[in-house]
C-alpha cells in the first residue's frame, strides 16, 4: 500500500493517520505490526501508530526526547549521547516526553 502526497502535504499528521488508518482496516484485526521507520517523524506520529496497537523501530535524530527504560532518566535529547560513526542499539524505552496521553 502507498500513497503519493504533494511536498507541501508531507509531515502532515492529518495525511500520515489517514493512511495508517486505511493501512489499519486492510489487515486482519489479530495481525502483529511492527513499523519500520525512518527519522523525522514526529510525536504524533508515534502517539498514533501505538494508539493502533502497533510497534516501531527506526533511527532518531535532532531533539527527539527520550527515556531509556535501563537508566530511567527523563530528558534525554539525541544531542546529549556521545556521536559515533556507526549505528548503536540503546535498548528499549520511551521515544516521546510524557503527556496526558502516555505511549
Not at 29 to 43: H, L, S, T, W, Y
Not at 62 to 75: M, S, W
Not at 84 to 97: A, H, I, N, S
Amino acid at each position: 500500500m502507498s500513497k503519493v502526497v504533494l511536498f507541501e502535504k508531507q509531515n502532515n499528521p492529518l495525511i500520515q493517520n489517514n493512511f495508517l488508518d486505511s493501512f489499519a482496516q486492510s489487515l486482519p484485526p489479530d495481525a502483529r505490526v511492527i513499523i519500520v521507520k525512518n527519522a523525522g517523524f514526529q510525536n504524533a506520529w508515534f502517539h498514533h501508530i501505538t494508539s493502533l496497537g502497533w510497534d516501531f523501530i527506526g533511527r532518531i535524530r535532532n531533539n527527539v526526547h527520550f527515556c531509556l527504560d535501563k537508566t530511567r532518566e527523563i530528558g534525554l535529547k539525541v544531542s546529549d549521547c556521545l556521536e559515533c560513526k556507526t549505528p548503536e542499539y540503546m535498548g528499549q524505552g520511551k521515544l516521546v516526553k510524557e503527556t496526558k496521553k502516555s505511549i
